[in-house]
């Protein structure tokens, strides 16, 4: 995990534009590093994750040209070796460093090709011009905005552009950016063709799409770990990295002091795969003392992203003061693929699957940066298996009629893929149950009774007013909401609205995002 940066002029003094850069030096403690070009600057602090000497540093230089990319390129030794054949030679182990031999070769075609998460700022010395670009998914963070003078800026995370940008935006993933336009190379939602695989061929086919994904990620050279709540989506990961690494993997799961649900499904996992596993215990006062930190480290008001985000800022801050893990692999993005709670309310397949689309589209702005501020920011890498292109391409394409829930169990296709040895059944058939919730119940039920402390309902309504945008529907929201305008004033627009149930399916039309309000919550969450 990285920081990057690049402006595309010189009329801002580097002293300011350095300022804003080191918003972001626990993304990358190890080394930082300015680089001017003719056209502009380019910033880098790095966390040493793939070749992990001096020689990996960024910004990588060719010809004149330059590149600064926060990413993992999957697979990119046998295309370092294509590229040696070509007459390229190299300086590190880094994967990244491919990068400029890549775009001489290919050009912006090169980035349709990628089987990688990034994020990626590069300057073409024989264009005089920088392109940008991020992965479909939007795995790895990037922004944009403009200065007063009206040249781009791009940076890792919003915190890096407020004060140097008027309106920050998130960089639209999947696209790249060129002579001043947004380009699409990759709608990773999109169906071009339904696949008709019969029930078994698709759930063989994620089982060997999911293993590869995770396999592929496993590849590091600094301390791997995982983080383990108990659910489905963690638990596989967990168990299939134990089965390839063939050795004790090391886990680690967090939980309320008085009602911590997940606590024991994910020691009965850790005991079942026999890894190293570590319980992180938070209380009341962690989570409260905790609030202002992590909207002011996620830059959203969401309410459910912000929910999450307690319990799993506290385990990563943990695991950083406490072990020597650098690369979190985490189960991120199952949801949005195979379906929540709330989805089994999808009127028809058709439905589920535009729900589902809209989803992935938007992974970027909730749980997907959730994973990453959380975890970067106590100076850890997030690798997500979920994510994998391959496999997220496959599920998104399948028959949306088999993903209803038909089975009496949501996210069957995952359930079925995955029986045999890897996980008990007691945990491959558990209920679902929001991190959120499962952290303990007694967490979210404290952040609404403190919200409920700072407001009277006249105050809610006379201060909800002020807002156009995403307006806070509860004291609870709103609490999130005049924090965030504290160090995001005006910038509510990087986030297109509250995470929240779709409200024209019949049972969805909540006041809150979590399941517990679902008349299907059932036994999730015990």
């Known amino acids: 995990m990285c920081s990057i940066m690049g402006y595309t002029a010189k009329d801002i003094r580097l002293e300011d534009l350095t300022k804003g850069f080191e918003e972001t030096v626990s993304r990358g403690p190890d080394m930082s590093r300015i680089m001017e070009t003719p056209a502009g600057w380019l910033f880098f602090h790095r966390l040493a994750i793939m070749g992990l000497t001096e020689a990996g540093m960024q910004p990588f230089e060719r010809d004149g040209s330059y590149v600064v990319c926060n990413g993992e390129l999957y697979g990119f030794r046998p295309v370092k070796e294509a590229l040696i054949q070509k007459g390229y030679t190299f300086q590190s182990d880094s994967d990244c460093e491919i990068i400029l031999p890549l775009y001489r070769e290919q050009g912006v075609a090169m980035f349709e090709k990628l089987d990688a998460e990034f994020a990626m700022i590069l300057y073409d010395a024989e264009t005089d011009s920088f392109i940008a670009a991020r992965d479909p998914i939007g795995i790895r963070p990037l922004y944009y905005g403009y200065s007063e003078t009206g040249h781009i ?52 086919k994620i089982r060997d799409k999911l293993v590869a994904g995770i396999e592929k990620r496993l590849d590091a050279d600094a301390p791997l770990g995982f983080l383990l709540s108990g659910g489905l989506d963690s638990s596989l990961v967990c168990s299939v990295a134990a089965k390839l690494l063939k050795k004790p993997i090391r886990t680690f799961a967090i939980g309320m002091s008085e009602d911590a649900i997940d606590l024991k499904y994910a020691r009965e996992v850790a005991e079942y795969i026999h890894s190293d596993h570590q319980e992180i215990i938070i209380t009341k006062d962690d989570v409260l003392d905790s609030l202002e930190t992590v909207i002011h480290l996620l830059g959203t008001y969401d309410i459910t992203t912000i929910r999450a985000s307690m319990g799993m800022y506290l385990i990563c801050k943990a695991i950083h003061e406490q072990t020597d893990v650098r690369v979190l692999l985490t189960g991120e993005i199952s949801d949005e693929l195979f379906g929540y709670k709330y989805t089994d309310f999808a009127p028809s397949a058709e439905a589920f699957q535009q729900e589902a689309q809209k989803r992935v589209r938007e992974l970027h702005m909730y749980d997907v940066l959730r994973a990453d501020r959380c975890i970067s920011v106590n100076s850890i890498e997030a690798r997500v298996p979920f994510g994998d292109l391959d496999f997220v391409k496959y599920v998104m394409s399948v028959d949306p009629e088999l993903k209803l829930n038909k089975y009496k169990k949501g996210k069957y296709l995952l359930r079925h893929a995955f029986e045999g040895d890897y996980l008990p059944l007691s945990i491959l058939y558990r209920e679902k149950a929001a991190f959120s919730d499962a952290v303990g119940h007694s967490m979210v ?76 919550y059932g036994a999730s969450g015990e």
């Open 153 to 204: 800026m791009f940076a890792s995370e919003p915190k890096n552009l407020v004060g140097l940008c008027h309106k920050v935006m998130p960089f639209p993933p999947g696209h790249y950016y060129k002579d001043g336009e947004f380009v699409c190379y990759c709608d990773i939602a999109a169906v071009s063709e339904v696949c008709h695989d019969d029930l078994e061929t698709v759930c063989r």
């Open 445 to 520: 039920d404290y952040l609404k009774a403190y919200a409920e402390t700072q407001y009277t309902d006249d105050e809610l309504q006379l201060r909800a007013a002020k807002y156009d945008h995403a307006k806070p529907f509860t004291k609870e929201s709103l609490l999130y909401r005049e924090i965030f305008e504290k160090y995001y004033p005006g910038q509510a627009e990087m986030v297109v609205d509250f995470w929240m149930p779709n409200k024209e399916w019949e049972g969805c039309d909540v006041n809150d995002p979590s399941a517990r309000v679902l008349s299907n």
